[in-house]
């Protein structure tokens, strides 16, 4: 089973949990938990008869993020030719658990059934997650 999918939107990584100082409660920053969701709907409106993965998985992502306006025609080139990497936030670690988070209970049953990982960050014309799932 594999699912393949993209999402065309500005970037973001999972953020910290942050703590309520009047009630003491933990929660998710909002901005985190609309980036999970829309995730998760690129996901169910690709795949909307899902079934989650049962065994291992392995997950690729690619990060593509947008060339900057001011950035000379020579390096834009050079950016888009992969010869110059974006190293820029979100952290690849962040995004790869957001990422995660939200596949959870969708894809698979438990991001404890990955096994195989592997990221990159490149520039393109348009800021973008490209994400693959797969069983093996």
Request: net charge positive.
């Amino acid at each position: 089973m594999v699912y393949e999918f993209e999402v065309p939107a500005k970037i973001i990584g999972k953020g910290r949990p942050r703590l309520n100082s009047y009630t003491g409660q933990v929660y998710t920053p909002t901005r985190t938990r609309d980036y999970e969701s829309l995730v998760e709907q690129y996901f169910l409106l690709k795949y909307p008869r899902y079934k989650s993965i049962e065994g291992r998985a392995k997950v690729n992502i690619t990060a593509y993020f947008e060339v900057p306006k001011s950035t000379s025609k020579v390096q834009k080139e050079q950016m888009l030719g992969n010869t110059i990497s974006p190293t820029k936030k979100p952290d690849i670690d962040n995004i790869v658990k957001i990422v995660l988070d939200s596949m959870n209970k969708f894809a698979f049953k438990d991001d404890t059934q990955i096994t195989k990982i592997e990221v990159e960050k490149l520039y393109a014309d348009q800021e973008k997650l490209y994400i693959k799932i797969e069983e093996y």
